[in-house]
C-alpha cells in the first residue's frame, strides 16, 4: 500500500470495490482526496484499484468485516496511517427472502457486517480525535424504516435499522471531537447487486 501524502486529505471507503462504494471511491479522487478501497475480495481490490488509478491516487487492502481476526489486522493498518479524514461505510448484502424462510447464516451474514463497521469506526473515530476531526458516512437503507411486501428483509431491516441507530448515537458523541457522522438511505439503485434489468424493474415494481 502506497503512504498517503500528509498534506492531502485521506478517506478509507468499506466496500469501495464495487457498485455505491466505487462510485463514492471515484467521486472522493476526482476532489483529490487520496482513497484506499477495502474489500473481502483480494481480486476485487486488484481490480478496482486498477480501475481508479486513473482519477487519483488509490490503494486498497483485503479485509473480511464479518471476520473478527480480519477485521483486528485491518484496523492495526489503519492505525498506522499518519491520518484519516473521511470513513465510508458502504459494504452491505440485500437478498430480499420472506422471514419465516431465513436461516441463522443469513441472519449472521447481515449483522455480523454491522459488528465490523462498529470497531472499525471507533478505531478510525479514536483518530480522527487525535487529528482535530473528521466525517463519516454510513450507507443505510430505505428498508430500515420503510416494510414492502414484495421485497419482504427482516433480517436485512434489522441490520440497516441498527446501523441508522448507530449513526444518530455516535453522531451525538462525535461532534464534540469535530467528527461528523451521517447515513444515507438509498432505494433501488443499480449496482451490480442489482445490474440486471429484469433485477432493478422488479425491486421498483415492488416499490409502487
Known amino acids: 500500500m502506497n503512504t498517503p501524502n500528509s498534506e ?11 457498485g455505491m462504494g466505487k462510485a463514492t ?24 484499484v486498477a480501475d481508479l488509478k486513473a482519477f487519483g491516487n488509490v ?10 481476526k480480519s477485521t483486528d489486522a485491518f484496523i492495526q493498518s489503519l492505525l498506522q496511517l499518519d491520518r484519516i479524514d473521511y470513513l465510508v461505510n458502504a459494504s452491505g448484502i440485500f437478498r430480499p427472502k420472506p422471514f419465516l424462510d431465513n436461516t441463522i447464516e443469513e441472519y449472521d451474514a447481515l449483522l455480523d457486517i454491522n459488528r ?13 480525535k487525535t487529528t482535530g476531526g473528521g466525517s463519516i458516512v454510513n450507507v443505510g437503507s430505505y428498508w430500515a424504516t420503510h416494510a414492502i411486501k ?7 431491516s434489522m441490520a440497516k435499522a441498527g446501523l441508522h441507530a448507530f449513526t444518530q448515537q455516535i453522531a451525538m458523541e462525535l461532534a464534540a471531537f469535530n467528527i461528523r457522522v451521517n447515513a444515507i438511505a438509498p432505494g433501488v439503485v443499480e449496482t451490480n447487486v442489482g445490474s440486471r434489468p429484469k433485477v432493478v424493474e422488479q425491486l421498483l415494481e415492488s416499490c409502487i
Open 150 to 156: 414484495g421485497t419482504p428483509t427482516a433480517a436485512y
Open 25 to 48: 471511491a471515484q467521486l472522493l479522487l476526482e476532489l483529490d482526496v487520496t482513497v484506499i478501497v477495502a474489500s473481502r475480495s483480494a481480486n476485487s481490490v486488484s481490480e478496482a
Open 59 to 68: 490503494s486498497g487492502l483485503q479485509v473480511d468485516i464479518t471476520d473478527r
Open 116 to 128: 465490523g463497521f462498529y470497531f472499525i469506526t471507533q478505531a478510525v473515530a479514536g483518530k480522527m
Open 8 to 18: 492531502s486529505k485521506t478517506a478509507v471507503v468499506i466496500g469501495g470495490t464495487s
